[in-house]
């Protein structure tokens, strides 16, 4: 195997530091385990974040979020624990991180976790477009 899971999250020099830019990434494959059956438990996650001086390497990311497919972990714990090594790594100026569980004992779980940093304002936003769910796969 070429690879293998790392809780290590490679980051990069933010290229546009003067401006505030929203990063939006959907990891539709995240997995753990319920810490009360073993049995396997899924989700979609969808991570936005305005980034200050650093960014996530994306093989990193996903080498992390591998990390967790044997490990035991409730919703709530894992969300706020991925939110908070992310945090660690980068020192995001924002960060949102919504955990979508698919659907266990007839009951959906979203957990929804998020940091801002200290004394940093988001500048009034503007709509013009919103992105579509799953908006970078064809189907």
């Known amino acids: ?33 319920c810490p009360k ?19 996530v390497e994306l093989k990193s990311l996903k080498l992390y979020i591998w990390s967790y497919r044997d490990e035991g972990a409730f919703h709530e714990a894992v969300t706020n624990q991925i939110l908070d090594d992310l945090v660690a790594a980068l020192r995001p100026r924002y960060m949102r991180l919504i955990a979508k569980f698919f659907v266990r004992g007839g009951i959906f779980t979203n ?26 796969t064809r189907g």
């Not at 790392?6 to 990063?23: G, M, V, W």
């Not at 049995?39 to 650093?54: E, T, V």
């Not at 929804?112 to 304002?121: C, G, L, N, S, Y």
Request: aromatic share 12%; hydrophobic share 35%; charged share 35%.
């Open 37 to 55: 059956t073993g049995q396997p438990d899924f989700a979609r996650l969808i991570l936005d974040y305005i980034p200050d001086k650093k960014c």
């Open 111 to 136: 957990v929804i976790a998020e940091h801002r940093k200290k004394d940093w304002k988001p500048e009034p936003a503007v709509f013009l477009e919103a992105f579509e769910e799953q908006s970078n």
């Open 1 to 33: 195997m070429a690879s293998k899971p790392s809780k290590k999250l490679e980051t990069f020099d933010n290229p546009f530091t003067a401006r505030d830019y929203r990063i939006h990434m959907e990891i539709p494959e995240f997995t753990c385990l």
